[in-house]
Nanobody, 124 residues
Framework: QVQLVDSGGGSVQAGGSLRLSCAAS????????MAWFRQAPGKEREFVAG????????TYADSVKGRFTISRDNAKFTVYLQMDSLKPEDTAVYSC?????????????????WGQGTQVTVSS
């Protein structure tokens, strides 16, 4: 079992940057694939970015490709989401998630553990 704590959200103007962090408990962090999802008001939760257990494979939603970068530091039990060139449509609650098995996945059902979420607000 792993517990996840999201942080780093805030309010920025369009074009700005934020870096989200997700700290995991337990020494089994390196055995989980990780991902970031987001949910905007009135919308369903959607996949943002995913990373494999070792960090050698990543995948992104088309809407954030080229602007967001997911990374992880297994020694620090932490996964990051660097968000650049932010747009108002990126406004949402962002949550990290951990799932077993290899590779990456965009499916919510492949992730068992979830962080509490951190609010990102981008103003125009």
């Amino acid at each position: 079992q792993v517990q996840l704590v999201d942080s780093g959200g805030g309010s920025v103007q369009a074009g700005g940057s934020l870096r989200l962090s997700c700290a995991a408990s337990g020494r089994t962090f390196g055995s989980y694939k990780m991902a970031w999802f987001r949910q905007a008001p009135g919308k369903e939760r959607e996949f943002v970015a995913g990373i494999s257990r070792s960090g050698d494979s990543t995948t992104y939603a088309d809407s954030v490709k080229g602007r967001f970068t997911i990374s992880r530091d297994n020694a620090k039990f932490t996964v990051y989401l660097q968000m650049d060139s932010l747009k108002p449509e990126d406004t949402a609650v962002y949550s990290c998630a951990a799932g077993s098995a290899i590779g990456t996945s965009r499916r919510q059902e492949d992730y068992r553990y979830w962080g509490q979420g951190t609010q990102v607000t981008v103003s125009s």
